[in-house]
Structure formats: structure tokens, C-alpha cells
């Protein structure tokens, strides 16, 4: 069973400005999806397109390889960038009628949402206007928003954003266990750390376009191999001019290289040793956060 | 769901929450009370009680038969009270009467407390006169009893060669008072529409609603859901102002023309609200903050207001005004001005034809026109949006 939302060579553009350009990619039934890129790359206005609040140029969304009409796009569990309630109507009443707009019945959507205010610790504001509650708690309503009328597809833009850490590690848990249920999950973040951990698949996107997509091992690999090597009495710069190696980062003792083709380890350890003691040499995959910086950085000399 | 199914759930969610607004209730009850204030108002200024107390000392006695006749033969409302003649002149200084009949009816004197009153004057005269002309008869050897029933029979018989163009009081003040009723329903609850429609944008709910629900289902739902309880709101402050008037005497309630001036004012607030309401969504559309739904919905406001005001400050004077009369057929004017014709009885039924068949026919074009802009413009947040922007987007 083709269970996946496959987003098939989607342009939109505003003017002048190409927003997406021939974007594709698929999120598949029971994986996290992490959208990355810089802010106007062009996330939000692929999700729009998924959610039909856009309408794209040219190409076509599709979920179990059928385009994705109205019916379907009820069942998505959306969280827009722009946090967005009835600030003046209670957390409940809201709720259960957000539920019914996507379809549910008025029985099954207040037993959903005893459901979820439990789950997500707002159980006690219930009969209050969403506008009385503190920020962390509206983030609450709002990804209970997403999630009351049991959606089969979860959207969520920028759902960790103003965040505390204990609502980071129920929205994390959440997500999890939706795609443990068999939800495609789709989520875009700027916390790089956080898709590293959370996520199976994660694409970057950048002006439009998709510039890589996979697995987080799979993209950590493609990047170049990087060196930690920790040699407390070194002087600034004394690996500048090493062969087949680029500092990318030098901080008291520390200095992190990223490692060339071909490039010889063994060399630099040396160079290193004549410097003094050495008491770390590492190597290791960059960071999705590095891979980020050089996969713009690229496309920005380019 | 059906697509209906899920206008009424908007419709419902508006419904509830309207009813629970404390500006909504608020004014609801200050229009209930200026309406009210204004029928009472009306029965003071129609000047108090509306009789005259004259009082009537001993020797005059033999007048209160004639004065009373004269009085009900020329439609002046007179109470007599015999008094003595001390008590009557303390009674007038201290206002309680108006006039005091002094004197004998050979010769007879008034004591007012600075002057006498048209009306009374002019029963007076009549009264004194007849007292003349009754001691002439006599002396003529007549009965005075004769020539009095004579007289009163000689009447005038008046043939109107156009009916009177000029409305009476009771249809003038409900004239009036529909006037100022469907102005104030169709602004506010156009206003309400405008806010509702820019809340959703500011509070970016929208984006999540339009994730479910289509652009078109959610602005009707909430103009048929605000249109509901202005629907309410209006038959309560119409029928509360009806019972005030019909309790104070202003108003009978058995006149036609009061149950036919509601009846109409809930017509033409029907049409009026389907037509403006949309227009006030597409406009407030184009806006995203509360700040800014004022500048965005005056172009729309002044509509109502011109209709308003050359309705409020032509009609009383003239209702059977061509220019009002041609203005009530157009469309956009025909709200606030055909409804305030109609209660004052000047409409031939061809123009009231017209008038309701062309809102009518206005109400689906505004619709599509105000979907499409509503559409265009109701994800754009930000900067306000040119009507011309989102007329053409996709």
C-alpha cells in the first residue's frame, strides 16, 4: 500500500519571485519529516500548498497516489507558522468545534477533546478564553488543535518555535508516537539539533528548491569528513596551512577541520603533536547544523 | 459534512458567540432604551396632559354648558372645574389652571397668569359671542336653542381633487423611527461582519479554518450567522419601541400602517443586511488589523450614512420628494431610504416593485464579487491589499 504524500515538482511563484521550484519529495506513512532551509526558502509556502490553502502553478500533491482532493485535506493535522485561535472563545468549546469543521461528529469530537486537553496538560483551562492562557499553554491548545480530529496527515510549520524544553519534550514525544501510529509526520524547524534527533528523513530546501534530501546519516555522509583535534598549547592558526584540510572552527585548544578528499590524518596529527600535547583527535561526521552551513553557503558562492 | 452542513456550523459558532459579546448585548439594550426614550419624549413634548383646566367661578356657572360645546365643536380639549373665585385665582397663579372664568355671562372676563392660550382664546370668543348673539335671538323674539341646532348642522363639504401628500404624525414619527432603526441595524451589524472577518485575520485562526473549510463557507456562515441575530436584534428593539408607543398613547396599535412599517423594516433589513454585509466582508478582507477595519469599511459606511441622512433630512418635510423617491429605487440606497417611504405611505406599488427587484437581483452579483475578493485576500496578512490586487490574484 502506497501510504505517502508525495509532493511532485510543485512551482508557485509570487511575481517575480519563484517561492517553489520543481520541488519534490515524499513523506511516507510512520516517518518524521524535517523541512529545513532559511527563512523565505520556501517551507511554509509548500505546506500551504499541501494543506490547499495555496494553490500551486504547476505540479501536483498526491496522498496514496491519488491527487489530494477536499475529504483528504480534512484529515491533515495542520499547525501554521503564524500561531492562530479564537483568542476569545474557551479552550473546549474551540476545540470541539475546530474537530467538527474537519469532519468529526459532535459526540466523538468532545471525547477527543477530553482526550488531548488531558494528554497535553491543559485539561484544567478548559472553560477558559484561549487569550487568558500563558504562552506555553496556547502553544498546547494549538498543536491540540492540529491534532483533535485525528487527522491521518500531521503539517506542522515551525511547531517547536517558542517552545520550553518540557513542551519540547511532550511536542517531540507526540510526534513520535502519531508516527509510531502510521501518521506521515511533516514538521519544519530552524532547531537543526532537534530534526538531527528527531528526525527519519530530512530535506533541505533552499530558494525554492530542494537541494538535498534523505536520511540524516545518509546527508551527514555526503558531507566531508571533519577532525577534532584538541592541542591545548597550539597557537592560533597553526593549522591554516595544512594540506588537504580547512578550519571551520578554532576556539581555545580546540580546533575543528574538515577533512578533504584524499586528505592524510596522520599528517596533521603531527603537525599537531609539534605543537604540544595532544589530548583529542577525532574524526567525525559534521553536524546537520554544519552540513546546513556548507550546503548554503555553496549554493550562495554559486 | 455536507457543504451546508458546514456553513451552519460557522454560522452557529457565530451565533453563540455574538450572543455572549458584551458590546453586542449593550447595544441592543441602549437602542431598546433610546427607542423608548424617544416615544416617551414624543407623549412629553405633545405638551403634557393634552387637555386645558379652566376653572369656573359661581357667577359664570351658566357658561359650562356652552363652553364645553364649543370646546368639543372646535376640537379643543378642556376639563371645567367649578371653583370660588379666591380659590380659582390662587389655583391659576399656581399653574393648576389655566384660565379662570370670572364675571357673569352678560359680560365675561378671563384671569390667565400672564396670557391666554390661542385655543382658549379663540373658545372664548366663540362662547362670548354666542352669548351675544343668543341675547339677540331673545330679544327678537327667537329661540336661541333653534338657531344653535341650525348652526351647528350648516356644515362644509370639502372634495379633494388629489389625495394629501403630506404624511399624518403617527406615519411621520414611524417614518422616522425606521429611519434611524435600519441605520443603525445595518451598521452595526456590518461593522460586526468587518471585525469578525479582520479577527480572523489578526488572530491567523484563518489559516487553520481555510485548512478545513472552503474561503466562501466561511464568509457566508458568518453573515448568515451574524445576519440571525441582527435579525433578532432588530424585531426585539421594534417590537419593544411598538409596545412603549402603543403603552404611552403615542402609537395605535390597530393602525395598519405600524404593523406594515415592521413588517417592511424587517424586509428591507433582510435585504439590506444580505447586500451591505457582503460588502463590508470583501472590504475588511483587505485588512489585517483591528486599527485599520475603520479606514478600510468607510467607503461602504458612507453609502448607508448618505442614505441615511438624505432620508432623516428630506422626508419629514417633504415625503413625497422625486429625488428620494428616484434615489429609494437605486439599489444601493434603497435600504435606508425605501423602508422610511413605505412608513410614511408614499409609495406607488411600482416603485416599491422596483426597488425590492433590484437588491434583489444585487445580492448574488455582491456575492460573487465579495467571494472572490474575500478569497484573493483573506490569507493575505500584512499590509492592507488593493481592491484591485485581489480582485485580479489568483
Known amino acids: ?302 | 459534512m455536507t457543504r451546508f452542513g458546514t456553513v451552519r456550523l460557522i454560522a452557529g459558532r457565530e451565533v453563540s458567540t455574538r450572543l455572549r459579546s458584551k458590546v453586542f448585548r449593550i447595544a441592543t439594550v441602549v437602542s431598546i432604551l433610546i427607542l423608548v426614550g424617544i416615544t416617551v419624549a414624543a407623549k412629553l413634548a405633545g405638551g403634557g396632559p393634552s387637555y386645558q383646566d379652566v376653572g369656573i367661578t359661581p357667577g359664570a356657572a351658566p357658561l359650562t354648558a356652552a363652553l364645553d360645546a364649543t370646546a368639543t365643536a372646535i376640537h379643543v380639549d378642556l376639563h371645567t372645574h367649578a371653583v370660588a373665585d379666591d380659590i380659582g385665582r390662587r389655583q391659576v397663579r399656581d399653574g393648576k389652571l389655566d384660565a379662570l372664568l370670572v364675571g357673569t355671562p352678560g359680560s365675561i372676563q378671563v384671569v390667565v397668569k400672564s396670557s391666554l392660550g390661542d385655543d382658549l382664546h379663540s373658545v372664548l370668543q366663540l362662547v362670548a359671542q354666542r352669548a351675544a348673539l343668543d341675547r339677540q335671538v331673545t330679544a327678537l323674539g327667537g329661540d336661541p336653542a333653534e338657531v344653535a341646532t341650525a348652526v351647528s348642522a350648516a356644515a362644509v363639504t370639502v372634495t379633494a381633487l388629489e389625495p394629501p401628500k403630506k404624511a399624518n404624525g403617527e406615519q411621520l414619527a414611524i417614518g422616522i423611527l425606521t429611519s434611524i432603526l435600519i441605520y443603525m441595524a445595518l451598521v452595526l451589524n456590518g461593522q460586526a461582519v468587518a471585525q469578525g472577518v479582520v479577527e480572523e485575520k489578526t488572530s491567523r485562526v484563518v489559516e487553520i479554518l481555510l485548512g478545513a473549510v472552503r474561503p466562501w463557507q466561511l464568509m457566508i456562515g458568518k453573515v448568515v450567522g451574524l445576519g440571525t441575530v441582527g435579525l433578532v436584534q432588530v424585531a426585539a428593539i421594534a417590537f419593544s419601541g411598538l409596545a412603549a408607543a402603543v403603552a404611552t398613547g403615542v402609537l395605535r396599535l390597530h393602525s395598519l400602517s405600524t404593523v406594515g412599517a415592521i413588517a417592511w423594516l424587517i424586509v428591507w433589513f433582510l435585504l439590506g443586511y444580505a447586500a451591505y454585509s457582503l460588502a463590508f466582508a470583501a472590504v475588511a478582507s483587505l485588512v489585517s488589523r483591528q486599527e485599520e477595519v475603520a479606514a478600510a469599511t468607510t467607503p461602504v459606511l458612507m453609502l448607508l450614512v448618505v442614505g441615511y441622512v438624505i432620508g432623516i433630512s428630506i422626508l419629514p418635510a417633504d415625503p413625497g420628494s422625486p429625488l428620494v423617491a428616484a434615489l429609494s429605487m437605486i439599489p444601493i440606497f434603497a435600504p435606508t431610504l425605501m423602508p422610511v417611504r413605505l412608513a410614511l405611505g408614499v409609495v406607488p406599488a411600482w416603485q416599491a416593485v422596483v426597488s425590492l427587484a433590484g437588491v434583489v437581483v444585487l445580492i448574488p452579483l455582491l456575492l460573487w464579487i465579495a467571494a472572490r475578493i474575500y478569497r484573493n485576500a483573506v490569507l493575505r496578512s500584512g499590509a492592507r491589499v488593493r481592491l484591485r490586487d485581489a480582485w485580479r490574484a489568483n
Not at chain 1, 517551507?43 to 496522498?63: F, H, N, P, S, Y
Request: with cysteine.
Open chain 1, 1 to 302: 500500500m502506497n501510504r505517502q504524500l508525495e509532493i511532485d515538482r510543485v512551482s508557485k511563484r509570487y511575481g517575480d519571485v519563484a517561492a517553489l521550484d520543481d520541488t519534490t519529495f515524499e513523506v511516507r506513512a510512520g516517518e518524521i519529516f524535517g523541512l529545513v532551509g532559511s527563512n523565505g526558502a520556501g517551507k511554509t509556502t509548500a505546506m500551504r500548498i499541501v494543506l490547499g490553502v495555496l494553490e500551486a502553478d504547476a505540479g501536483a500533491v498526491r496522498w496514496e497516489g491519488r491527487p489530494i482532493g477536499p475529504e483528504t485535506r480534512r484529515r491533515i493535522g495542520y499547525m501554521p507558522e503564524e500561531r492562530g485561535l479564537y483568542p476569545r472563545m474557551r479552550v473546549a468549546e474551540q476545540l470541539i468545534y475546530l474537530a467538527r469543521l474537519h469532519g468529526m461528529t459532535a459526540a466523538d469530537a468532545r471525547s477527543s477533546v477530553d482526550r488531548w486537553v488531558e494528554r497535553l496538560g491543559v485539561a484544567g483551562r478548559r472553560e477558559d478564553d484561549v487569550i487568558k492562557l500563558s504562552l506555553g499553554n496556547q502553544q498546547r491548545v494549538q498543536l491540540a488543535a492540529a491534532l483533535v480530529h485525528d487527522p491521518q496527515i500531521l503539517v506542522l510549520d515551525e511547531p517547536f518555535s517558542g517552545l520550553d524544553p518540557v513542551a519540547v519534550d511532550v511536542m517531540s514525544g507526540v510526534l513520535r508516537e502519531q508516527a509510531g501510529a502510521g501518521v506521515p509526520v511533516m514538521f519544519s524547524s530552524h532547531q537543526l539539533d532537534l530534526v538531527q534527533r528527531l528526525c527519519d528523513r530530512v530535506g533541505i530546501v533552499r530558494q525554492g528548491r530542494m537541494v538535498a534530501v534523505g536520511t540524516v546519516d545518509e546527508l551527514r555522509n555526503q558531507g566531508e569528513e571533519e577532525l577534532i583535534v584538541r592541542a591545548p598549547a597550539a597557537p592560533p592558526g597553526w593549522a591554516a596551512a595544512l594540506p588537504g584540510a580547512t578550519v571551520v572552527e578554532e576556539s581555545a585548544g580546540s580546533t575543528r577541520l574538515a577533512l578533504h578528499d584524499g586528505a592524510d590524518d596522520q599528517v596533521i596529527l603531527h603537525a599537531a603533536l609539534e605543537t604540544g600535547p595532544v589530548h583529542e583527535f577525532t574524526r567525525a561526521r559534521p553536524s546537520l547544523t554544519d552540513l546546513f552551513r556548507h550546503i548554503v553557503s555553496i549554493e550562495d558562492q554559486s
